[in-house]
Nanobody, 118 residues
Framework: QVQLVESGGGSVQPGGSLRLSCAAS????????MGWYRQAPGKQRELVAR???????NYADSVKGRFTISRDNGNNTVYLQMNSLKPEDTAVYYC????????????WGQGTQVTVSS
């Protein structure tokens, strides 16, 4: 069983920055693909960024150049550094994990609210 606990959300003005953290427990963290998703009111949950066990990354086009995902395998933590935030970045952000091995499943954190408003 994998537990994911997010932190670091909050309210910020446009152009500001936030860093989200996701602490994982209950698994061999380094073997998991870790990701950040977000869901705005009335919209579907969407992938923001993910990082593979070897360190390669994917980003949604809407956040490229502004957000950076990273992982610390020693501390079982994945981060999302968000810069130049825009009002359209307002959403609940969820941490996600999956090993993508046979029999694996999706794991989700409880979510953390990010609000970008003047």
């Amino acid at each position: 069983q994998v537990q994911l606990v997010e932190s670091g959300g909050g309210s910020v003005q446009p152009g500001g920055s936030l860093r989200l953290s996701c602490a994982a427990s209950g698994t061999i963290f380094s073997g998991y693909v870790m990701g950040w998703y977000r869901q705005a009111p009335g919209k579907q949950r969407e992938l923001v960024a993910r990082i593979f066990s070897g360190g390669s990354t994917n980003y949604a086009d809407s956040v490229k150049g502004r957000f950076t995902i990273s992982r610390d395998n020693g501390n079982n933590t994945v981060y999302l550094q968000m810069n130049s935030l825009k009002p359209e970045d307002t959403a609940v952000y969820y941490c996600h994990a999956n090993s993508y091995r046979v029999g694996s499943r999706d794991y989700w954190g409880q979510g953390t609210q990010v609000t970008v408003s003047s």
